[in-house]
């Protein structure tokens, strides 16, 4: 381990030094140095496949490294799994929660610890959980059961879970993604607080404004390298950030020309659907779009916006209501047929329902297209114009790939979706249904999606637009839509956003300031 360990300054609790990580074909991290302070939170930025991730996961035990040495409060640690790196007071926060959905908070954070061995007191444990909550600020009741908690309370849960195990450095990825704006503040708010008891955060993010808040310095990581290394984040901007994450400017101010609306394209009356677990997740759900306009739905996950998108698409049965796309019927319509109305998806699963992953890019670019000319020509089809296809638009939307014919589970999360919207954009779409279309995606990657939204929206398309980011949401769409509980509880205009309203609308609040008057129906006619 490199002297510098022990040098003086301000007491590390992680220090990283020379970490290689190789993976086939590809070095994931290349001699990188990472230090974290007591008391602080430092933010990783980087784009996809900059190789923050797998750093962190060689602190956290998933990994091992090929080469380089790490120490944790002055001690060298060699993690062989999660459980080493969590018996020396670290603990990772992943976006997906690894909660079990049927239990308690207290039966969560218990979950795997040695004690109790044979018979639980529960209710001891739920005094010891609900004490260390309360001097955390994490607002919980330790006896209610994860499926009835909202997703920012579940993740206070996974960072209690750590909590109790006595973890002294927590790593988050991409805590805010999921979290309605009051709910970010909570979490600061909570992060605070424990760094103020001693203990470190690694803030791994996306949203650079959000870095200035809450990070107290700054590593940057560009192709496996550090190519900023702690710098304080005082002083720092977003555009400045993404340059040394790309190395090229890349935030650009969105500008969308005045509305000009259009006739209606698509009308949602009174549409009611049952979620997965057999239970109502559309409650009379109404609204329209126009030529030309953006529709943005803010919601808090879980609040119906997913299964919203499923029933326009023919994803899913809706129970009562009715769906039109440009004045035909397409109520409980197989896909294929509200395809045939010229209606493009861009799914929130990328791999589960956007694409085939085992397929090549070439087969992934012709899936709506495959049956027509000139692809097809009579029963076959043309394995030349498929190629002339498939490269013509691998060229127009700049997906980064050696060849059309590797599968198209090679891409990055970014390319992946670039060769989405190149299918669904190249369909023809009057109606653009889009689904979290910036999740885990790059600054690079988020502009490029944006500007081809807003092509779309140039060229006269409708769009509902879904994200779980407001900002994205306020910065695309003409007007707003809220969603909580199934229900649409607001619509207005974006340019009159009040973001601290839509964040109270968006956990069950009232503002009814931006909530206009009347049925769902007259809120859109």
């Given amino acids: 381990m490199a002297d510098d360990i022990a040098a003086p300054g301000p007491p590390l609790a992680v220090a ?19 230090d974290l302070r007591v008391g602080e939170v430092h933010a990783l930025l980087g784009e996809n496949g900059a190789g923050k991730s797998t750093l962190m996961n060689v602190l956290g035990g998933l990994y091992r490294p090929d080469a380089g040495e790490v120490a944790v409060f002055g001690e060298r640690v060699d993690f062989h799994s999660p459980r080493d790196a969590i018996a020396a007071g670290l603990g990772m926060v992943h976006q997906h929660f690894a909660l079990v959905p049927t239990q308690t908070v207290t039966e969560n954070v218990l979950i795997g610890l040695d004690r109790p061995r044979f018979r639980i007191d529960l209710a001891r444990f739920d005094d010891e959980i609900a004490d260390l909550a309360r001097r955390h600020g994490l607002a919980l009741d330790p006896r209610a059961r994860i499926w009835q908690l909202s997703v920012g309370e579940q993740q206070r849960v996974e960072i209690l879970k750590f909590l109790y195990r006595g973890a002294r450095v927590l790593i ?22 424990m760094v ?120 899913r049965p809706t129970t009562a209501g009715s769906v039109t796309v440009n004045g035909d ?35 992934n670019l012709i899936m709506k297209s495959y049956h027509d000319a000139p692809i097809a020509r009579r029963w076959a089809i043309d394995t030349g114009a498929v190629r002339r296809f498939a490269i013509g638009l691998k060229e127009r939307f700049d997906i980064a790939a050696p060849s059309v014919d590797i599968d ?19 369909s023809d779409p009057s109606l653009m249904v889009a689904v979290q279309p910036t999740r885990g995606l790059d600054v690079g990657a988020i502009a490029t999606v944006h500007r081809l939204l807003l092509a779309q929206r140039e060229s006269g398309s409708a769009t509902l637009l879904i994200s779980e980011d407001l900002d994205e949401v306020l910065g695309l769409s003409d007007r707003v839509a809220v969603m909580y509980e199934g229900r649409i509880v607001g619509i207005f205009d974006a340019v009159e956003a009040d973001v601290a309203a839509i964040g109270l609308l968006m956990t069950g609040g009232s503002a009814p300031s931006l909530a206009e008057p009347g049925s769902p129906a007259e809120l859109v006619s």
Avoid: C, W, Y
């Fill in 16 to 34: 990283m030094r020379g970490i290689v990580k190789r993976f086939p074909g590809v070095v994931a991290n290349d001699g990188v140095d990472f």
């Fill in 172 to 193: 988050l990825d991409e805590p805010t993604a999921v979290l309605a704006p009051q709910e970010a503040d909570d979490l600061f708010r909570t992060l605070r607080s």
């Fill in 196 to 315: 103020a008891d001693g203990a470190s955060v690694v803030f791994i993010s996306h949203k650079l404004a959000e870095v200035s808040r809450i990070a107290d310095r700054v590593t940057v990581m560009r192709r496996g390298r550090v190519t900023a290394a702690g710098i304080p984040s005082a002083g720092t901007t977003p555009e400045g950030l993404a340059l040394l994450m790309v190395g090229r400017e890349v935030l650009e101010t969105i500008e969308r020309t005045p509305f000009r609306p259009g006739p209606v394209v698509l009308s949602v009356r009174a549409v009611e659907a049952t979620g997965d677990r057999g239970v109502p997740a559309l409650r009379g759900v109404s609204l329209d779009i126009r030529s030309g306009e953006i529709l943005g739905v803010a919601g808090v996950a879980g609040n119906g916006q997913s299964e919203l998108a499923q029933i326009v698409t023919g994803l």
């Fill in 329 to 363: 019927d397409v109520t409980n319509r197989p896909p294929r047929e509200v395809i045939r109305r010229h209606v493009a998806h861009v799914p929130e699963d990328r791999t589960g329902v956007g694409s085939a992953p085992d397929l090549s890019i070439a087969d």
């Fill in 408 to 426: 198209a589970r090679l891409l990055s999360g970014g390319n992946l979706q670039r060769l989405i919207l190149a299918r669904e954009i190249t």
